[in-house]
C-alpha cells in the first residue's frame, strides 16, 4: 500500500520547473497539433514554430528530421491526411511597396542623367505613369547590360553577370509559388527570388502588378481592371544579343546585317515594348487601334529602332576612343553617349568593312588610343584615310532607316493627332537624337573621333546633343509631325 501510494502520488505531482522548460507540456502540444489549418503553409509554419520552442534544441525528446519521431497523442491518420484543397490564384509577382517603387524610379532616372542625356531629355514625351515607368525601367536596364563588357576581364565573368538579368526576367514574368502572392492580399515586402532588388527590375515588376486604369482598353465594365501584359521575348533577344558582344569582343560582327539585326533585337525591342504598353493604355472611349495600324506603327519601331541602335555602336566608338586617349572626360556623360564602350569598342566595325576598306585591328587600335595633334582633330601621319568612308557606309544604313521611318509617317499620315500622343512622343524620343547625331556626324566628315563630336563645344553633333538644341529640336518636332 505504501508502494502503490507512493507511485500515484508521483504520478499526480506536478513537474518541476525545470523538466517543463527542457521538455515541454506534452499536453499543451497535442492541444495545439489539434488545431486545423486552413492554409497548408500556415499549417507547416506553425507545426515547426511550435515543436521547436516546446521541445527546445537541447531537449533529450526532441528528434528533429527524423522520420520516426511522430506525436504520441496523435492519431495516426491525421498524419497521412491529405492538405486542405484551396482555390488556384493567379501566379503574379509580389507588388513592391510604393517608397521602394519611388526609389527605383528616381535611381532609373538619375542613371539616364549621368550616362544617356538624351533619353533623360526625352523622357517627359511619354505621360507620367506606366508608360513613363517603362520607358525609364527599359533604358536604366540597357545601359545597365551595356556596359557588362567594360565592367569584367574575361567572357566568362560577363556571362555570369548577364544570366543573372536573364535569370531576373525569367522570375519575374514567370513566377513561382516562393514569389507569389497566394491569399492576393498586398504586401510590402519583395521576395529577393524575383530579382526585383535592382532598381530598373524593381520598376518593371511594379509595372507588371499595378493594374491599369478602368477607363482603358485592357479592362472591360464587367471585370476588375488587370495588369498589363507585355511580350517577355523582346527583353530575352536583347539579352541574347548583348551575349554575342560578350562571348566575341574581338569582332562580334562579321558583316553589317548582323550589326543591323543586333539593333534591331536590343533597341526596337525597347520601341515595340512600349507600343504595346500605349495601345493597352488606350482610352475605352476611343476606338482600339486596328491590327493593320498597329503592324504599321511597329514597322516604323523597327525602322527607328535599327537606327537608333547602329547610331550607338558609332557613339561607342567615340567613347572608347576618348577613354583611351585622355581618360573619360567629365561632361561625357552629360552628352548622351552611351554604347558598348571599353577597351575592345573599337571592334564593334563589321569585320567584312574592315577587310573591304583594308583596315587591320592593330592599326585601328593604334588609332583609337593615340591623340591626335593639339592643333587639329585628325590622326596626322597615323590616320586612317579610309575609315571617313568605311562610317559613311554604317551611317548611310541609318540614314535610309531613318528616312524609311519618316516616308511611313508621311505616306500613312500619322501624326499626333492620329496616333496620339504618347505613341507620337514614343517616336521622338527615337527620331530627333538620331537625326541630330547623323547630321553633326556629317559636319565633322564623318569623323567618330572628332573631339568636337562629342564634348559640346558648338561644333557638330556636341552642339545638338549637348545642349539646349536637343529639347528645343524635340518640340519642335512633337509640334510639326516632323523630325
Known sequence: MVFRRWVLTASTRPASRASQILCGNRHLLSKQRSTQLTLRSYATETATHTHTHVHGPNCAHAHHDHPSHTNPHQNNSQLHQPPPSAAPHPKTPLPPPPEAVEKARSHSRNLLRSNDHPSHILAPFLPPGPARDLYLSLRALNLSTASIPEQVRTPATGLLRLKFWRDSIDRIFNP?????NPTGTSTNTISTATGATEPSLLLLTHILTTPLPANTTNSTSTAAPLPPRLTKSFITRSLAAREGIIRNPVSPFQTLPEMERYAEDVYS??????????????????PPPTLEKKQTLEHIASHLGKAMGIVALLRGLSMSALAARTGTPPNLARNGLQGNAGKLAGTNLPVQLLSKYDISLEHLHHYIATPPPSSSTTQGSDALPTLPDLILEIATLANDHLNSARIMLKEQGLSSKTVGPAVWGSFVQVGVPVAAYLEGLEKAGFDVFDVHTLVGTGKGMGGVLGGWRLPWRAFKADWSGKF
Do not use: F, V
Not at 273 to 283: F, V
Open 269 to 286: 525591342g525597347m520601341h515595340y515594348l512600349i507600343l504595346e504598353l500605349l495601345h493597352q493604355l488606350t482610352p475605352s472611349t476611343s
Open 176 to 180: 513561382t509559388e516562393a514569389n507569389t
